[in-house]
């Protein structure tokens, strides 16, 4: 954030930044619950296929909101 503070030349701008920033920071919570809840699930139930799917999917959702606004 700190970063494209520095470069920002409008309040739109960072409060977009601010925004995804906040996005971002569940997304990664939600991560950690997925590799220390789910995957123990999917081994027991013999799915790992769906676990390691969602959570690539989550992963490129989270790189989606991690990317900064354009200006």
């Not at 970063?3 to 569940?26: D, I, M, N, R």
Request: positive net charge; charged residues 20%; hydrophobic residues 55%.
């Amino acid at each position: 954030m700190s970063l494209a503070a520095l470069g920002a030349k409008s309040k739109p701008y960072l409060f977009g930044a601010a925004v995804l920033s906040s996005l971002a920071e569940p997304a990664d919570a939600m991560q950690f619950v997925s590799l220390d809840e789910l995957a123990p699930l999917a081994r027991r139930y013999r799915r790992p296929e769906l676990f390691i799917a969602g959570n690539a999917l989550a992963a490129l959702v989270y790189l989606g909101l991690d990317r900064p606004v354009a200006a």
